[in-house]
């Protein structure tokens, strides 16, 4: 009698389980992954829009005899003629906090010279948008909340809550 070897073709239900769960899993470290780098980039671009924000207001005092700009009348001043001169935008990379439906452009939060702002409890969400601006101060690098200590009448210190956790503070 002649016998014929069936030959299988095709997958096991077995080998189609694995191939489906191999992909499961690669999709779920990206989608996992996506947002932390999403994260660490807008984050990025806030490092770069204080650095700009140093760089306007350093032409900011060198056209005014080194001073810088007084009292938020003099500070919402140098926003306008410098950091939006132009049409150009300053706005946080997140768009509009909660509870502004307006405008994502970043809001200057003025302190008074010697009295600043404490950041060490507070969140992202209740500090997006904000740049905190310390004049007569500079950044105090071995405080995790970045608080600025007092160091003269030209010196200013900036200072923005990063949505990954810690404080930015750059001064001049």
Known sequence: MNQQIKQRTGFTIIEVVLV?????????????????????????????????MMTELTHYTSNNRGSLPNGTSGWNSFETSYLLANNDTFVDPAGAASGQSVTDRYNLKIDSSGTYTDLTSTSFSDAQNMIYVAPGAICNASDSAASPTYSGQRKVAIRMVLEGGGVSCQNN
């Not at 489906?20 to 490092?47: C, E, N, S, Y």
């Open 20 to 52: 489906l769960a191999i992909a499961g899993l690669i999709f779920m470290m990206v989608f996992i992954a996506l947002p932390a780098l999403q994260r660490t980039q807008r984050d990025m671009q806030r490092k770069d829009d204080l650095a700009r």
